[in-house]
């Protein structure tokens, strides 16, 4: 260890060293000039002035003030590896000017992984837009329409700073963005009316009847005696099989979970409330368990068109796990989560998790950093069939329903 | 027999109440008890000691049944102690085509056994110094496996034997190091093998464990410490080593496991549960999620099964073995006739 801090610098060190150095320096001239960044320098300045004391002189000491400056935005920021995945801040008060209260309160808890799942986000988003349309007030001289469409793009602003939209959620607003243009000549109470009743029908029959029509499909497809494999949690999932001991079907259930966000103890709450019987097992000890697994079955975020499954991270191992040993694996999914997309890697596209929601038991003066990625992709030939409320499907069908489903 | 017992005694009951669970700790105590058993046991006749030998054998791998480590050290014990008899007593080695059909059993060595036990002791003592240097040979072979700005994954960050193989790799080379967190057990273990390679110098990142999929085509290779390995090439690791060794093998990414040789079984791996020892459930589910606890079944396991097809190489202290030759190292070790202590 200790011959590494005393090895010469190279070249390339030490330009980057000099370049930390004029950073840091820009930073305290700008802290000293403005007052919108205070609070954040004056915390770290006393700590560097008094450092050069007591550690080495030099390079060392450079190099330690260089490190907490990058702390101060994140603890764990990455660096080269997946640098193009964003880390976004949580959200807060105060409300910013022109979002309305309801979707703020939503983005908020998005922001906190409060709100989870693709149709559940999805759900509160339409449910929220609604609330939006009723209480918007149309500025004089203004088509309602034309107006609520920009104001609609601010809360959708507002979202994304949350979280990047799901899927879902950006077919819906697709879909709701035709709607407002459906009635630019009207009034504003009449174009209120429309959406907000336009709403709860798409909230019927895209989320509560396709997941109905799902559940009436697959129930059918358990048998009795089963031992069923689910990861993390999902809506549909979670419903089907409520309805299948509804039916009278006896079978076991394998909740299948993952730190940190430990979704899966949502499933086991609703399936032991439904009287299930369940196991409950990490993902480190999935290969133990798998040799008893009759069936999988798993949610979906996404259907890519090239017949992907983009699903919370961890999917994936459990479909390839049970592939490689042949058990069928289904994937239960609405067509909303359908998308025209086409990805190779889950990597390319991916979301990050806050790393500090790991928990990890590191000092504070290590630079271990930690890396929480929220989805993977699991490969086509890892999935027997996707039910939909359009019937069961192979994955290869995923470009056909958004073909038909745009045109209808 | 029974007077062999009390040198065992202590050594049963540290595994029984798992003091010593690696792999490194056990082979060391246990050849240390065999170094003061050969020597103050009183025994007159080679099959005798043989005998007695084996008896502790069996207490040891009874304490421990789902750890090799004390079972392998005997085996090889009982390999030298054969291997001096057999230099004794040349009649023995006479294996010439014209012996092979007769039936006559060698008689036992009419010399003084006694007259053997420096050269076993000496011989036990060879092997005791292997045992220590075991990490060092394996160590040597970090800089074959591991080139310049790779990224590697590790799913066992409880490995000894693999933190000494990175740290000596990190002498050489730059790399970056991806660890799961393998929860929920030894998760202390974990934070201390990152720290301590992120000090010498590797950029090591914690990924949840759920996460390897994502992963697993940027890295290079995945580095393994194995517990114990069958004699098919198969291993026993940390829970979650084996699903990305999985997802390894479906991405064609070289598993490259570490072995020392005490941990290498003769045995074959007949029934895989019995390989895996479980853990508690507190540990995945507190007991103050009370009404879930009541009604569910928490399985916990602390070890995984590795099948020999998704491990490409084998690093052990006498060098780097595909798995299918495991078999063969295993027959160098120890004696046919010990395989069932």
Request: charged share 20%.
């Amino acid at each position: 260890m200790d011959d590494v801090e005393q090895k010469p610098l190279s070249p390339a060190e030490l330009k980057k060293l000099k370049k930390a150095e004029k950073a840091a320096r820009r930073k305290e001239q700008k802290g000293e000039q403005g007052v919108s960044q205070a609070p954040q320098q004056n915390r770290h300045k006393p700590s560097n002035k008094a450092k050069p004391d007591s550690t080495k002189p030099g390079t060392t000491a450079h190099k330690k003030s260089a490190s907490t400056d990058t702390q101060s935005t994140s603890q764990y920021a990455l660096g080269t590896l997946l640098g193009h995945l964003e880390l976004r801040p949580r959200l807060g008060a105060p409300v910013p000017e022109d979002v309305n209260s309801a979707v703020f309160e939503l983005a908020v808890r998005m922001s906190a992984f409060q709100v989870l799942g693709s149709t559940e986000r999805c759900r509160q988003m339409l449910l929220a837009f609604q609330r939006m349309i009723r209480e918007y007030r149309t500025p004089p001289d203004t088509l309602m329409a034309r107006s609520l469409n920009t104001h609609l793009g601010k809360q959708i602003e507002y979202l994304k700073q949350a979280r990047p939209l799901s899927v879902s959620m950006g077919n819906a607003i697709r879909w709701l963005k035709q709607e407002i243009s459906k009635c630019l000549n009207d009034s504003e109470d009449v174009v209120k009316d429309n959406l907000v009743n336009a709403i709860e029908d798409f909230i019927r029959d895209k989320l509560d009847a396709a997941s109905q029509v799902i559940s009436q499909l697959a129930v059918p497809q358990i048998n009795d005696g089963a031992v069923i494999m689910t990861f993390a949690h999902s809506s549909v999932v979670s419903k089907v099989l409520r309805d299948a001991k509804r039916g009278g079907k006896d079978f076991r259930v394998i909740v299948v979970d993952s730190r940190p966000l430990l979704e899966g103890k949502k499933l086991l709450q609703e399936l032991q409330a439904a009287d299930i019987p369940c196991s409950y097992v990490f993902m480190t000890g999935l290969h133990y368990v798998l040799s008893e697994v009759t069936a999988v079955v798993l949610g979906a975020h996404a259907m890519f068109s090239n017949g992907m499954l983009y699903s919370r991270a961890g999917t994936a191992l459990v479909a390839q796990s049970a592939t490689d040993r042949n058990i069928p694996v289904l994937v239960y999914c609405e067509s909303i989560k359908f998308s025209d997309r086409v990805q190779l890697d889950a990597l390319t596209t991916n979301e990050l998790g806050r790393p500090e929601d790991m928990n990890l038991q590191i000092g504070a003066n290590t630079s271990v950093k930690a890396l929480h990625v929220l989805y993977d992709l699991t490969p086509p030939d890892c999935i027997r069939k996707i039910v939909t409320e359009l019937g069961n499907l192979p994955p290869s069908s995923v470009p056909v329903v958004i073909r038909e489903y745009r045109n209808s | 027999m029974p007077d062999v017992f009390p040198l065992a005694d202590a050594l049963v009951s540290r595994l029984k109440r798992r003091e010593l669970h690696l792999p490194a700790e056990i082979a060391t105590a246990t050849v240390q008890v065999m170094l003061r058993f050969v020597s103050a046991h009183r025994w007159s006749t080679v099959p005798q000691l043989i005998a007695d030998t084996r008896a502790i054998g069996r207490l040891l791998q009874d304490a421990y049944p789902t750890e090799n480590t004390a079972a392998n050290v005997v085996r090889r014990v009982l390999a030298l102690i054969r291997e001096e008899e057999r230099d004794e007593d040349p009649a023995r080695n006479d294996t010439h085509m014209f012996s092979l059909l007769s039936s006559v059993e060698p008689a036992p060595s009419s010399k003084n056994a006694q007259e053997l036990k420096p050269y076993i002791i000496q011989a036990i003592q060879e092997y005791a110094d292997e045992i220590v240097s075991v990490n060092d040979s394996i160590c040597a072979l970090a800089v074959d496996i591991v080139h310049q700005g790779e990224t590697l994954l590790t799913p066992t960050p409880g490995s000894e034997t693999l933190l000494k193989f990175l740290l000596r790799a990190a002498q050489k080379r730059t790399f970056t190091l991806l660890i799961t967190e393998c929860y929920p057990n030894n998760t202390d273990r974990v934070g201390r093998f990152a720290e301590t390679l992120s000090a010498a110098g590797v950029s090591v990142v914690i990924v949840p464990d759920a996460a390897v999929h994502t992963l697993i085509s940027l890295v290079g290779k995945v580095v393994v410490g194995a517990r114990s390995v069958m004699a098919d090439g198969s291993a026993t690791a940390a829970a979650g080593a084996s699903i990305v060794c999985e997802a390894a093998h479906a991405n064609r990414v070289p598993v490259v496991a570490l072995a020392g040789t005490y941990k290498i079984s003769p045995n074959q791996p007949v029934d895989v549960d019995a390989l895996i020892e479980m853990g508690g459930p507190e540990s995945i589910l507190p007991f103050s999620n009370g009404n879930l606890v009541n009604s569910l079944d928490v399985v916990n396991p602390l070890w995984d099964f590795i099948p020999s097809k998704f491990i490409s190489l084998y690093i052990t202290n006498l060098g780097g073995f595909s798995p299918s030759f495991v078999y063969r190292l295993a027959l160098d070790s120890y004696k046919a006739d010990d395989v069932d202590l």
